[in-house]
C-alpha cells in the first residue's frame, strides 16, 4: 500500500504557473509515477508520467512543451511543473502509482485524492 497526497493547486490567471506535489507515504522504488486530470463531464485525462529512475518520461499531447513532470526519491515525491497555463487546463489533478509507465488510467493502482487547479482566463 502506498498513500498519495497533492498539494500546490490553486487559482491562476491564464499564462501563469503552479507547480504540484505529490508525497507518497514510503518510498516509490520502482514505482512509476503520473499525473492524471479530469475536469466536469470529462473522462480522467492522461498529463504525463515518469519512471522511477527518470530515464523515461511521457506527456499528453495537450501539455507538451508547458508541463514537466519530474521526481525526487529521496522525498517520495513527485513534481508537476506547470507554465504557459491555459484556461482549458482547468481541472482535478490526479496523482497516480503504478507499475508501469502508463498513459491510461487503469493501469495505475494508486491514487491521491486530486487537487484543483483552476485557470482563469
Known amino acids: 500500500q502506498v498513500q498519495l497526497v497533492e498539494s500546490g493547486g490553486g487559482l491562476v490567471q491564464a499564462g501563469g504557473s503552479l507547480r504540484l506535489s505529490c508525497a507518497a507515504s514510503?518510498?516509490?522504488?520502482?514505482?512509476?509515477m503520473g499525473w492524471f486530470r479530469q475536469a466536469p463531464g470529462k473522462e480522467r485525462e492522461f498529463v504525463a508520467a515518469i519512471t522511477w529512475s527518470g530515464s523515461r518520461i511521457n506527456y499528453g499531447d495537450s501539455v507538451k512543451g508547458r508541463f514537466t513532470i519530474s521526481r525526487d526519491n529521496a522525498k517520495n515525491t513527485v513534481y508537476l511543473q506547470m507554465n504557459s497555463l491555459k484556461f482549458e487546463d482547468t481541472a482535478v489533478y490526479y496523482c497516480a502509482a503504478g507499475p508501469s509507465l502508463g498513459t491510461v488510467a487503469a493501469e495505475y493502482g494508486y491514487w491521491g485524492q486530486g487537487t484543483q487547479v483552476t485557470v482563469s482566463s
Open positions: 514510503r518510498s516509490t522504488f520502482a514505482i512509476q
